[in-house]
């Protein structure tokens, strides 16, 4: 991947590994509004009806967007290319979706992107690096443990590459996304009225992440940021985490009653709906 570096940490940039410059931001995005039907307009059709930009400007209301706003902390100076390599994709995906609600005049507050490397808080409890990487919608919060990288994706299931690492960067940003829009709110909802489904909803909004990210990388090679055989490594990275993947590689037979994300293959088919496409609105995992 063609990135751009730079030395200094962006506002919603936090480096919490031992021995790194731990600093915390987070700031407002674009005001509510109730304006055009540009991003996901389908989906949020679909799942909320006629409503759903008003319900999405009000959201922010909630206990969930209490935590952030303005920070008022000054820029830092980046130490050493993770840091700078994971604040590029914090910035790059960031503006992305700042530049899709914008469009549509739909709220948005910016997530915050965390690196560690030992158990830290969060708003929805410790982040550890058994969790992986995952986003915290409490406090809207991105954490990477760099070690899933290198521990699990490449030596574990042979995903390798940058651009490996931006799609599960791209991924968190999806459920972000989903958060902003409160299809997740939704999606909680539904699975606690339908325990029976909560499984193949929980599936539902893991792949229409994937597919989010696809909408991203879609723009990413449109700028001229990919190399040749990036899409191969966001490919194989989705593959990698599919529920039917990790239970081969942990000895388990599959089963797909207690699948939560998806198979590989349908993690790899919807990211490269949303590559292929362009079009947040071909990212309906929820139809049907």
């Known amino acids: 991947m063609k990135w751009t570096s730079s030395d200094r940490a962006d506002r ?30 389908l989906i949020l059709a679909l799942l909320f009806g006629g409503n759903i930009l008003g319900d999405a400007g009000t959201a922010s209301g909630s206990a969930l967007d209490s935590v952030g706003g303005s920070s008022t902390s000054t820029s830092r100076t980046l130490d050493d290319s ?29 997530a915050t992107l965390t690196l560690f490397d030992t158990p830290i808080r969060s708003g929805c409890g410790s982040a550890t690096a058994q969790i992986g990487p ?11 443990e760099l070690g899933f990288f290198e521990d699990i994706l490449a030596r574990r299931f042979g995903a390798t590459g940058d651009f490996a690492q931006a799609y599960v960067v791209a991924h968190e940003f999806g459920h972000h996304v989903q958060n902003e829009l409160g299809i997740s709110t939704w999606v909680r909802q539904e ?26 990388a879609a723009s990413a090679e449109d700028r001229g940021l990919l190399d040749r055989g ?51 609105e071909q990212c309906d995992t929820f139809a049907g």
């Open 12 to 41: 919603n940039f936090r480096d919490a590994r031992t021995g790194g410059s731990t600093r915390g931001g987070g700031r407002g995005g674009a005001a509510a509004g109730a304006g055009g039907m540009g991003i996901i307009g």
């Open 191 to 216: 699975q606690q009225s339908s325990p029976r489904n909560a499984n193949n909803l929980s599936i539902r909004l893991e792949l229409q992440a994937d597919c989010l990210a696809g909408v991203w």
């Open 230 to 280: 990036d899409t191969r490594e966001a490919l194989d990275a989705a593959a990698a985490v599919g529920d039917d993947r990790i239970q081969q590689s942990s000895g388990q037979r599959i089963d797909e009653h207690k699948w939560t994300h998806g198979s590989s293959a349908q993690r790899q088919e919807w990211f490269d709906r949303g590559f292929s496409t362009g079009d947040t």
């Open 82 to 110: 993770s840091e700078q390599f994971f604040n590029f994709l914090l910035v790059d995906v960031q503006d992305f979706w700042v530049d899709k609600f914008e469009e549509s005049d739909i709220r948005y507050e910016e």
């Open 134 to 144: 995952h986003y915290c919608p409490l406090d809207k919060g991105i954490y990477l």
